[in-house]
């Protein structure tokens, strides 16, 4: 086994066609997919979440894919940590893996592996930030903490996001390092990563947006989210703030009609395309691809290889 152990990543904006090249490549490599997807964790949560399908998943092996029930909640750290004991697993048995997604923190965690969950909550202080952020202009206050104590974090961080900013000022407060300058850890990381993004045109990515979205409402999101709080999954659930979930919830109450509900959702994807471009400009270690470019994918496996 080489010192480092190779991973390979495939990354970009949603809708910017990720799933079907990675499952082309990882098929004809032999290799496993883990995915670096912060919803597709979570089970019984389909349509909202693109999760590959059974038949993509007997294609090829996928990793952190329904790992957990929407009631729980799933820290960045835990990500990390499972995902690390995933590639030594394979390492070990001589097989790779390709890490496929979009989630920016997930990503950084990876690469980056820092001690950004490592301090303790505390559940007081943590119940007083819920509480302030329970309207528009709490979320506002609670940011405004956020950009006092950090204001890297904060630039990053949506004023949407009440659940990473909530933790980010419980982390700089708990030990008086800014979340942004946690130390990381001593010893070098054992990974070695390559990292593929892809890109596309901002007007054609945004139609794909608004096209994938009209999708999963025929496909039924409504009554998925529907049948997640019939079963009791909380509307506060971590996994309820998902975009489409916590979109659709006022929908199925009766509060907004399905296409009200589908361009708010359309809107806050094309908005989280944004970050995630934004994200990944600086990483500079991140190669662009074109994902219209047709060779494309036979560039990716040079890459990759």
């Given at each position: 086994?080489?010192?480092?152990?190779?991973?390979?990543?495939?990354?970009?904006?949603?809708?910017?066609?990720?799933?079907?090249?990675?499952?082309?490549?990882?098929?004809?490599?032999?290799?496993?997919?883990?995915?670096?997807?912060?919803?597709?964790?979570?089970?019984?949560?389909?349509?909202?979440?693109?999760?590959?399908?059974?038949?993509?998943?007997?294609?090829?092996?996928?990793?952190?894919?329904?790992?957990?029930?929407?009631?729980a909640?799933?820290?960045?750290?835990?990500?990390?940590?499972?995902?690390?004991?995933?590639?030594r697993?394979?390492?070990?048995?001589?097989?790779?893996?390709l890490?496929?997604?979009g989630?920016?923190?997930?990503?950084?965690?990876?690469?980056?592996?820092?001690?950004?969950?490592?301090?303790?909550?505390?559940?007081?202080?943590?119940?007083?930030?819920?509480?302030?952020?329970?309207?528009?202009?709490?979320?506002?206050?609670?940011?405004?903490i956020?950009?006092?104590?950090?204001?890297q974090?904060?630039?990053?961080?949506?004023?949407?996001?009440?659940?990473?900013?909530?933790?980010?000022?419980?982390?700089?407060?708990?030990?008086?390092?800014?979340?942004?300058?946690?130390?990381?850890?001593?010893?070098?990381?054992p990974?070695?990563?390559?990292?593929?993004?892809?890109?596309?045109?901002?007007?054609?990515?945004?139609?794909r947006?608004?096209?994938?979205?009209?999708?999963?409402?025929?496909?039924?999101?409504?009554?998925?989210v529907?049948?997640?709080?019939?079963d009791?999954?909380?509307?506060?659930?971590?996994?309820?703030?998902?975009?489409?979930?916590?979109?659709?919830?006022?929908?199925?109450?009766?509060?907004?009609?399905?296409?009200?509900?589908?361009?708010?959702?359309?809107?806050?994807?094309?908005?989280y395309?944004?970050?995630q471009?934004?994200?990944?400009?600086?990483?500079?270690?991140?190669?662009?691809?074109?994902?219209?470019?047709?060779?494309?994918?036979?560039?990716?496996?040079e890459?990759?290889?």
């Amino acid at each position: 086994m080489p010192d480092k152990i190779r991973c390979r990543v495939l990354t970009g904006p949603t809708g910017a066609g990720k799933t079907e090249l990675a499952l082309r490549i990882a098929e004809e490599n032999r290799w496993d997919i883990i995915c670096m997807d912060s919803m597709q964790i979570y089970r019984r949560m389909d349509i909202g979440t693109a999760k590959p399908t059974k038949e993509e998943q007997t294609r090829v092996t996928h990793h952190m894919v329904d790992i957990i029930e929407p009631e729980a909640s799933f820290s960045v750290s835990q990500y990390r940590d499972q995902a690390e004991a995933i590639i030594r697993e394979l390492a070990k048995a001589g097989r790779e893996a390709l890490f496929v997604g979009g989630t920016g923190l997930y990503l950084e965690a990876m690469i980056h592996p820092m001690a950004m969950g490592s301090a303790p909550a505390n559940p007081e202080r943590r119940a007083e930030l819920k509480r302030l952020a329970e309207t528009e202009e709490g979320k506002k206050a609670l940011h405004s903490i956020l950009e006092t104590l950090d204001p890297q974090t904060a630039e990053r961080l949506p004023i949407n996001d009440v659940r990473r900013t909530i933790r980010a000022i419980e982390v700089t407060e708990n030990t008086g390092i800014p979340f942004s300058r946690q130390p990381a850890r001593e010893e070098d990381s054992p990974f070695e990563w390559t990292m593929v993004s892809l890109t596309m045109e901002r007007e054609k990515l945004y139609r794909r947006i608004n096209q994938r979205v009209t999708r999963m409402i025929e496909l039924g999101l409504k009554e998925e989210v529907a049948g997640l709080l019939r079963d009791g999954v909380p509307e506060d659930a971590q996994s309820m703030s998902g975009i489409g979930y916590r979109q659709m919830i006022p929908c199925v109450h009766g509060e907004t009609s399905t296409e009200e509900a589908a361009e708010e959702i359309r809107l806050a994807s094309r908005h989280y395309a944004k970050r995630q471009m934004t994200f990944l400009r600086r990483i500079p270690e991140v190669i662009y691809l074109d994902a219209e470019d047709p060779g494309t994918e036979q560039k990716m496996k040079e890459v990759m290889r």
